[in-house]
């Protein structure tokens, strides 16, 4: 375990890498050397932490929820990335690249997004950087989450709706890279996921480390000891690796990933990539896809947008092939039921991407002894789903 | 020797370029693909491309995106273009390669791809999300039945990655000639006139030039500084619209501006 990940390739044992067409190559390399020299300057590690406390509200609390411990059976904490500003922890990483394009002397950022969060999050820091930001989303998911995209609007950034493919964020992520291979000159491509081509993985990996280095110090404070379960909810995987990688020489503590089970796992209606997928290349990327034989890729569903990806992060591949982290499933309905049950017992109303992570634990709590510390990461909070798990509701 | 070796040696010979031309495979439908091939041989083309659809093509412009999603709606798989390819062995007689994106390829197996374009007559393949440095298991495999793999460069590849990469090159280079995706069209910058010119210097493998190439006034510019052109969207897109029959008068024209 003492290798450094990723290695000079990018690749995580057999995962990761670049396949991304020549254009984009030379732009590749130029931010893999750029973030490797700016991201150890002083003057860069100086403003980013400022930026984390000071404009973001970290670090954020490591919450025991004792009610919830209590319907679990187990010590259950929750990390309240809900708390930190726009929302969830999508913040950390945004802040971090635009600082860095900024740096890299950049003009325009793009982005992708789902549910809209990390449109929301990198139209924000674009705001405080007076980038120019172009947001593409789906225009199933521009439908879904319009409130979102007039946020996004509010912060000064164009709103681009893709009408290609499944109009959802796989297809939001191929709009933004052909605009990146158009423009990468003076554009920056915040990709929101720790997925897409070498250095991408580790850079937002990297950003959302501060999730697990919080974590870490916090639950030594609180617990004198590091905790038995780390549970986190996977879409693309940026807030379960932020909070995974610095325990990841921390061998007792166990990883656990939730993917989104959608109707089923064994329906064809889930996004559960790590579960389900099969080994290839979506996105620049080596890593698990959900494909069908001919290597196309597959429509997915979640009831959280958020999740609704039909890749996952290499690293990932990774610590599954490994055996360092267990990959788990939580459907809809589990998703659903937790959502609630938090806003009750808690007064938290979760992101549905996060209700994941908590309804798989309230699921299985039967596998946790009262005396485990579990460290649930919160990724977002849930103002945003209000609406849609009403009109869910509403139709049953 | 490879065919396309063949053809470009052939065309040298006679002091032509080549037109290479690129059509989704089975839009509209398997059997119009092989007639599209035979007419587009007739009317001039050297050399034939033919896209297996993705449903992701992150390299590609509006077009064929379109025409992409379209084939695969008609069911058209990996499978069904080995099927295009087989009629095509015995009733064309210029090399045909195929193109698509690295997954379809690696999920089918690598040696399997491989053995199936040599059964079926495919001279190269052209995977615009495979870069040099992820290449060597493919490029082995594909070399195990004498199949070449058409390697990318563009106007923005440094000299020593260029270098890199001819050495491996093989069949012919594909030179994008612009920043961006398929189709669109462009006036020809200087940038890539010099890119041209200094990437053929280094390398005895042919270098056709395509991306955005779509008029004999583009063609007449570029003629002298490559081996070959490229001309995709703006046939594909004719086939979208229903105007097959005008790719003939098409491809006669851009061949005139060849020879």
Known sequence: MGKKLPDKQGKYGEFGGIFAPETLMPPLDELEKKYGVISRQKSFKKEFSYLLSEYAGRPTSLYLAENLSRAAGCRVYLKREDLAFTGAHKINNTLGQVLLAARMGKKRIIAETGAGQHGVAAATASALFKMKCCVYMGEVDCERQKLNVYRMKLLGSEVIPVKSGSKTLKDAINEAMRDWIANFEDTHYVIGSVVGPHPYPEIVRDFQSVIGRETKRQVLQKEKRLPDYLIACVGGGSNSIGLFYPFYKDSKVRFIGVEAGGEGVNTDKHSATLIKGKKGVLHGTFSYVLQDKYGQIMPTHSVSAGLDYPGVGPEHSFYKETGRAEYVSADDRDALQSFHLLSEIEGIIPALESAHAVGWLIKNKKRFKKTDVVIVCLSGRGDKDVAEVASIENAL | ?259
Do not use: H
């Open chain 2, 1 to 259: 020797m490879n065919g396309i070796d063949a053809k470009f040696a052939e065309l040298k010979k006679k002091g032509e370029k080549a037109l290479i031309v690129y059509f989704t495979a089975g839009l509209p439908s398997p059997e119009k693909t092989v007639d599209i091939v035979k007419k587009a041989e007739k009317a001039g083309a050297d050399i034939v491309e033919l896209g297996i659809p993705f449903s992701d093509p992150i390299a590609d412009g509006p077009v064929i995106q379109e025409a992409s999603f379209r084939a695969l709606e008609l069911g058209i798989n990996t499978d069904k273009v080995f099927g295009i390819c087989a009629v095509l062995k015995n009733s064309v007689a210029i090399p045909y390669l195929l193109m698509t994106y690295y997954n379809p390829v690696y999920r089918y197996g690598l040696l399997k791809f491989a053995k199936k374009c040599a059964g079926t007559g495919v001279a190269g393949i052209i995977i615009p999300d495979l870069p040099w440095e992820e290449s060597e298991e493919a490029r082995e495999s594909l070399k195990k039945y004498g199949i070449a793999l058409i390697d990318f460069l563009t106007p923005f590849t440094p000299v020593k990655r260029a270098e890199k990469i001819l050495k491996d090159a093989g069949g012919f280079v594909y030179l994008v000639t612009y920043a961006g995706v398929t189709g669109r069209q462009a006036a020809m910058p200087d940038k890539t006139l010099k890119a041209l010119k200094k990437f053929r210097k280094m390398t005895d493998v042919p270098v056709s030039a395509g991306f955005g190439i779509s008029t004999p006034e583009q063609v007449k510019k570029i003629r002298s500084s490559v081996d070959g052109v490229i001309v995709g969207s703006f046939l594909v897109k004719k086939i979208i619209d229903g105007k097959i029959e005008e790719l003939w008068e098409t491809i006669k024209n851009l061949k005139k501006e060849l020879e």
